[in-house]
């Protein structure tokens, strides 16, 4: 099976500029003309693109709205079965609920077509939906290449960590020394254990990350935050604390009762978090980073 590369560029910060190439698994060919279209090997066209075909027909393309545009130009890229496709955010122009269910389309056509497509979209939802592998750069920059799992379970620097992930990473902010084999780090006055480090001692400033799901709340923890705010998420809930050493964020079951301003202990799953070299932002190798993932 052929893989296809795939690239979305979005504004990082104030100025800075971010390129994402992906990879894709194949995307499927499909004849977008009248009712019951079919594509390639006798595969119907999914009914929104046979809908957007049916008003291209009756109005013509200048007729159609900016999403029915999209979907008539996607179609008759589709249909020419290219040895290549460049989608320049082909679901840009579409509201969520739209964006969403073409992208459910898409990953089905993905299975049924071979042929290489850089896919560029400022979303990096929707591209970690879709990309089979992903390589992150910063103003030109490779900062990291690897599947959608390896880049959120072992972000290799503090960009790439804030960068993906909704919620982001959070990050703790402390002067210190670490050396190879340490399995925990001061951070204040309090001991948190990491992921066994692999390479020689770093001096200066330090980032603890954690992911949300690798933070929970408890009387004996180690750091001490106030809570500053909670979004409901229905079976979760994403709190977000204030602490000495930076805000982090914390998903939690929505049973567990917080309150603004609550004073509380933070724990951490110590395999899943990541310590940084501050000044560079580049990881500092450990166990974590020899952990197997899956796509």
Excluded: W
Excluded at 150 to 169: C, L, R, T
Excluded at 222 to 249: N, S
Aim: aromatic share 4%.
């Amino acid at each position: 099976m052929k893989t296809v590369s795939v690239g979305f560029a979005l504004a990082a910060s104030a100025g800075a500029s971010v390129t994402v190439p992906l990879t894709l698994p194949p995307v499927a060919a499909t004849t977008l003309v009248g009712d019951g279209a079919v594509g390639a090997g006798g595969v119907a066209s999914p009914p929104r693109l046979r809908a957007s075909a049916r008003l291209a027909c009756r109005r013509g393309v200048s007729g159609l709205s900016g999403g029915d545009r999209q979907r008539v130009a996607l179609g008759r890229a589709i249909v020419r079965r290219p040895k290549a496709f460049l989608m320049d955010e082909p679901l840009g122009a579409l509201d969520a609920e739209f964006r969403r269910l073409m992208c459910g389309e898409l990953r089905q056509l993905h299975d049924r077509i071979s042929a290489t497509t850089v896919y560029v979209t400022h979303d990096q939802l929707e591209a970690m939906a879709l990309a089979d592998r992903i390589a992150i750069m910063n103003q030109g920059v490779v900062e990291q290449i690897g599947t959608p799992q390896e880049v959120y379970d072992q972000p290799a620097s503090m960009f790439v960590a804030d960068f993906i992930g909704s919620p982001p990473m959070s990050f703790l902010r402390f002067e210190g020394a670490v050396r190879r084999g340490e399995r925990s780090v001061r951070i204040g006055e309090a001991t948190v254990g990491v992921p066994e480090l692999r390479e020689e001692g770093v001096q200066g400033p330090l980032a603890l990350g954690a992911r949300p799901e690798h933070v929970t709340l408890a009387d004996d923890g180690p750091i001490r935050g106030q809570v500053f705010g909670a979004e409901y998420l229905g079976t979760t809930q994403i709190v977000t604390l204030d602490t000495q050493h930076g805000q982090i964020k914390a998903r939690l079951p929505a049973s567990v009762n917080v309150g603004l301003g609550d004073n509380v202990g933070l724990k951490f799953h110590t395999e899943g978090l990541a310590l940084f070299d501050a000044a560079s932002g580049r990881a500092l190798r450990s166990a974590l980073h020899e952990v197997a993932t899956h796509g």
